[in-house]
């Protein structure tokens, strides 16, 4: 019984958001806004046991010498935003806690975001061989889309026209089939959970 | 009284009819004058009708264009389309329409709360009386058109969905055909994906190099398809490394996959024999915000050098940092994800990608399950039908013949 | 080992000071990079210019921080074009970052054209659920949002009078880093029909070109260059001019690493047939 009420559960559950979804009266709008509102109520129920979950796993690192520097950081500095938060005052503009996260975090996140324009290049390098027909239609594809940044007078104008034209027509006819794909897939994946075939989500074979 | 005398009377009663019917004229002149523009005529023929395939919020009004709308005054540039509770009521305006226009949709479906009273709220089964108003483009309007009354229904099914029921059931029976024929023990053939067969060898990898296994659930909820699929294949991944005694590192960045990604694998520990190994503080959450989750996974992946990295559910603009640092850290990596823009950074930069519905077939792939071969088998044939559909389709409108459109247009 | 062979497999250090470089020296050395105009991006401008004065157009500003570099030009070259028209902007953030975006655009170009709010210009706040929200302020803005961000009743905002709901603004403009364009085309255009055309970030465009194609968009802005060929088609010189010039440099650099690579590759290649042969 322990394993087969979650998977009675699911199914319920699942076929009353299928017929649900067909059905546009007053209480199928109830039944949706119900599930929502309860997705949103147990993902904020959730998060106390991952803050639970991270200050475990690094107090626990601290006897760990290589890990003991990243883990005082880190718990040093959730310390620091909790500590600087209590009240609401504090989160207006102008406070310290705002402070360190306009002028902490978010420039810390900017500059991992421009480590890309690096991962690209060093990717590119590797990646952008002509190994075999279909990777030399790669390079040439991704060669024209690239040259669209340098400025090569009438050659632009041309360059601009074709960029638009793979970027509308064979770039969106592979997209849409990748798109039909995860659609279907992702239909068959949701049938195979409401029918109980696939059941390692619950921990259970 | 003489000839001329009575001459003279005539002539004077004469004067005085002329001079009153000039004065008449004048004065009407002068009222034309005190008038104003003229107005245009109200439009006709007013309908009002449910608005079908919703819960009883909407209605439609449609009229007949006034007889001055791009004829006769032709000086009507808008309808105002009114609306009362009562046909006796005061009438208030919902919304102004174009000249040209025959047809308004009132909907109110916001349901009045404390916060948020909404007098306009139409709930279903109610009934509402609607007259419509010519407007000119010299700010006159006409009389008001008749009243015509018209309630909300509440509709049991969405015809405009019908299409997708279609498909459903198109699917749902292609599924019924492959699972039974699948429990009757039919076998299935299902193409190679390099990534799956890698799975073994890279945990294997691992195993050899003493290293610990790096396993990235993305950046989606719970309830996302790619990381339901990434528990799947985490599931088979910790199975195996428990069997071989190699860690599996999970770093997470949402709370309810935490709770699932720790119960699958405890379970999948508790099912190769070995729960005493398994770590709880092995699968961990780090932070919910995107960047520092990646600071957090590229520390782990260059201090703990995994000798693999798998990268399995949603991902948005972090894939390549993830990707590259793992490149650097020398490790194995297996991706998937359903996120299509991300899918050429993993192409790149790891070392096997499944793309997208790919990532979904992995656990069929992984079990070998006949059941889930089944189901594999039912999106293929689906697929199929689909391709069939948009090679008569496109066909059809080709040749200028779109009713195939109706087919297949959900009207929402 | 070969110069070629050493190439092949090169520090990819050497490849990151490359591209430090590369964005580096542009900053230090600043020149000016001529810009040809995209037909997206034209539509768009087109748009905006042929919407009259005292018309109304609705811009939702969808992007955090990271992503301002991106976006923030082309958001301040839409809103120059449109406050030195005469037209009347509202903005809405669906984004739980985007408040402050939208702020340090108002504050900064109101204060540049003496736009005053509630005159000019009216900020609406942000509501999460977006779908929810979009769909409520296409029967009327006062619904999800009362009052605007800065707590002043709607009705009582001499621009909002008349102002009812998105026919009753030309066309919405979205400029965003995240999938709020998605919920735009689908709860917007695709269930109203207005007028609907995104900025958004470089990464993101080839997602979006096959909405251009299909007709559910009427422009694209797509990163840094479109924002270079909007500055220019205002001639308002800004930010996303002044990036363009890292961009060329940076793009050039990568094509000369991969051309480096293939040849690197090919003669290495050609190498070990050799030998192959003459085993």
């Given at each position: 019984m322990k394993r087969e009420i979650p998977i009675l559960i699911v199914g319920i559950t699942g076929f009353t958001m299928l017929i649900q979804y067909f059905i546009p009266t007053g209480w199928s709008e109830f039944i949706f806004t119900y599930a929502q509102d309860w997705t949103i109520v147990i993902g904020i129920l959730a998060l106390p046991l991952g803050i639970w979950s991270l200050v475990k796993a690094n107090v626990s690192k601290l006897k760990v010498p290589g890990e003991r520097f990243y883990s005082s950081v880190l718990?040093?500095?959730?310390?620091?935003?909790?500590?600087?938060?209590?009240?609401?005052?504090?989160?207006?503009?102008?406070?310290?806690?705002?402070?360190?996260?306009?002028?902490?975090?978010?420039?810390?996140?900017?500059?991992?975001?421009?480590?890309?324009?690096?991962?690209?290049?060093?990717?590119?390098?590797?990646?952008?061989?002509?190994?075999?027909?279909?990777?030399?239609?790669?390079?040439?594809?991704?060669?024209?889309?690239?040259?669209?940044?340098?400025?090569?007078?009438?050659?632009?104008?041309?360059?601009?026209s074709v960029v638009t034209w793979i970027l509308t027509i064979p770039n969106m006819a592979a997209k849409r089939a990748l798109w039909m794909g995860i659609g279907l897939g992702a239909t068959a994946t949701a049938m195979k959970i409401i029918l109980g075939i696939e059941r390692t989500y619950m921990g259970h074979d | 009284m003489n000839q001329l005398t009575k001459t003279i009377l005539i002539l004077m009663l004469l004067l005085f009819m002329g001079g009153g019917v000039f004065a008449q004229a004048a004065d009407e002149e002068a009222l034309v004058d005190t008038i104003g523009p003229p107005a245009p005529s109200p439009p006709t023929n007013i309908t009002v009708s449910d608005k079908p395939n919703d819960a009883g919020h909407?209605?439609?009004?449609?009229?007949?264009?006034?007889?001055?709308?791009?004829?006769?005054l032709n000086n009507v540039i808008m309808y105002?389309?009114?609306?009362?509770?009562?046909?006796?009521?005061?009438?208030?305006?919902?919304?102004?329409?174009?000249?040209?226009?025959?047809?308004?949709?009132?909907?109110?479906?916001?349901?009045?709360?404390?916060?948020?009273?909404?007098?306009?709220?139409?709930?279903?089964?109610?009934?509402?009386?609607?007259?419509?108003?010519a407007m000119s483009d010299q700010q006159v309007s006409?009389?008001?058109?008749?009243?015509?009354?018209?309630?909300?229904?509440?509709?049991?099914?969405?015809?405009?969905?019908?299409?997708?029921?279609?498909?459903?059931?198109?699917?749902?029976?292609?599924?019924?055909?492959?699972?039974?024929?699948?429990?009757?023990?039919?076998?299935?053939?299902?193409?190679?994906?390099?990534?799956?067969?890698?799975?073994?060898?890279?945990?294997?990898?691992?195993?050899?190099?003493?290293?610990?296994?790096?396993f990235i659930l993305g950046l989606g909820?719970?309830?996302?398809?790619?990381?339901?699929?990434?528990?799947?294949?985490?599931?088979?991944?910790?199975?195996?490394?428990?069997?071989?005694?190699?860690?599996?590192?999970?770093?997470?960045?949402?709370?309810?996959?935490?709770?699932?990604?720790?119960?699958?694998?405890?379970?999948?520990y508790l099912e190769a024999g070995r729960p005493d190994q398994y770590n709880p503080d092995d699968v961990f959450f780090v932070t919910a915000l995107q960047f520092p989750y990646v600071a957090a996974v590229n520390g782990i992946m260059l201090r703990e050098k995994p000798a693999t990295n798998f990268y399995c559910g949603k991902f948005y603009a972090e894939s390549l940092i993830l990707a590259e640092t793992g490149n650097i850290a020398g490790a194995i990596q297996i991706s998937g994800t359903?996120?299509?823009?991300?899918?050429?950074?993993?192409?790149?930069?790891?070392?096997?990608?499944?793309?997208?519905?790919?990532?979904?077939?992995a656990s069929a792939y992984l079990s070998k399950e006949p059941v889930q071969l089944g189901t594999l088998k039912a999106q293929d044939y689906t697929k199929a039908v689909v391709m069939v559909f948009v090679i008569i389709g496109t066909i059809a409108i080709t040749f200028g013949l779109p009713y195939i459109l109706t087919l297949v247009t959900v009207n929402l | 080992m070969t110069f070629f062979e050493k190439m092949m497999q090169i520090d990819r250090r050497w490849v990151y000071l490359a591209i430090g470089l590369a964005v580096i020296i542009p900053a230090i050395i600043p020149f000016n990079v001529p810009v040809s105009v995209s037909?997206?991006?034209?539509?768009?401008?087109?748009?905006?210019?042929?919407?009259?004065?005292?018309?109304?157009?609705?811009?939702?500003?969808?992007?955090?921080?990271?992503?301002?570099?991106?976006?923030?030009?082309?958001?301040?070259?839409?809103?120059?074009?449109?406050?030195?028209?005469?037209?009347?902007?509202?903005?809405?953030?669906?984004?739980?970052?985007?408040?402050?975006?939208?702020?340090?655009?108002?504050?900064?170009?109101?204060?540049?054209?003496?736009?005053?709010?509630g005159e000019d210009y009216v900020f609406l706040g942000y509501r999460p659920y977006p779908a929810i929200t979009i769909m409520a302020m296409a029967v009327d803005f006062r619904v999800p949002f009362p009052s605007d961000y800065y707590g002043t009743p709607l009705d009582s905002l001499p621009m909002m009078n008349g102002i009812k709901n998105f026919f009753d603004v030309k066309g919405v403009i979205d400029i965003t880093s995240g999938n709020t364009a998605e919920f735009w085309l689908t709860y917007g255009n695709g269930r109203f029909g207005f007028p609907l055309a995104i900025g958004i970030t470089g990464v993101m465009s080839a997602d979006y070109y096959q909405y251009l194609q299909s007709g559910q968009l009427f422009g694209i802005i797509p990163g840094v260059k479109g924002a270079a060929e909007y500055e220019t088609l205002v001639h308002y010189p800004g930010a996303g001019l002044d990036q363009i010039s890292y961009q060329v440099i940076a793009h050039a650099v990568i094509l000369l690493f991969i051309i480096i690579s293939n040849v690197a590759y090919f003669a290495?290649?050609?190498?070990k047939s050799k030998i192959g042969g003459s085993i």
């Open positions: 718990l040093g500095g959730f310390l620091i935003m909790i500590l600087t938060c209590l009240s609401r005052e504090n989160i207006r503009m102008g406070s310290f806690h705002m402070d360190i996260f306009t002028y902490v975090l978010v420039p810390i996140q900017a500059t991992l975001f421009s480590l890309l324009a690096f991962y690209v290049a060093s990717a590119a390098y590797r990646a952008f061989r002509a190994r075999s027909i279909l990777a030399t239609i790669l390079l040439l594809t991704a060669f024209i889309i690239m040259f669209r940044f340098i400025p090569l007078g009438p050659i632009s104008d041309l360059n601009n | 909407g209605l439609i009004i449609r009229w007949e264009l006034s007889p001055d709308d791009g004829a006769g105002d389309v009114m609306r009362s509770d009562s046909p006796d009521g005061e009438f208030s305006s919902r919304n102004l329409v174009p000249s040209g226009d025959k047809v308004y949709v009132d909907i109110e479906d916001t349901k009045p709360t404390e916060v948020l009273p909404n007098p306009d709220y139409m709930p279903a089964n109610s009934t509402w009386y609607y007259r419509i108003v006409s009389v008001p058109s008749e009243t015509v009354s018209g309630t909300t229904i509440e509709n049991i099914f969405h015809w405009g969905k019908l299409p997708i029921l279609f498909g459903v059931l198109i699917f749902g029976s292609f599924l019924i055909i492959f699972i039974t024929g699948a429990k009757k023990g039919k076998e299935l053939y299902v193409r190679p994906l390099a990534g799956i067969n890698a799975v073994d060898d890279a945990i294997g990898r691992a195993t050899e190099m003493g290293k610990p296994i790096l909820t719970a309830g996302d398809i790619a990381t339901i699929a990434g528990f799947t294949i985490l599931a088979r991944v910790a199975k195996r490394t428990a069997e071989y005694q190699t860690r599996v590192l999970v770093p997470v960045q949402e709370a309810v996959v935490l709770a699932v990604a720790q119960e699958t694998v405890r379970t999948a359903d996120e299509v823009a991300q899918l050429p950074f993993f192409v790149a930069a790891t070392d096997y990608t499944l793309l997208g519905e790919e990532l979904y077939a | 037909p997206e991006v034209e539509k768009i401008y087109d748009f905006v210019d042929s919407t009259d004065t005292g018309d109304y157009i609705f811009i939702s500003v969808d992007y955090d921080p990271a992503s301002m570099a991106e976006l923030h030009p082309m958001a301040t070259a839409i809103i120059n074009q449109a406050f030195e028209k005469g037209i009347k902007i509202v903005f809405v953030t669906l984004s739980q970052f985007g408040a402050g975006m939208v702020e340090q655009l108002t504050n900064e170009l109101a204060t540049k054209h003496n736009k005053v709010v290495t290649r050609r190498k």
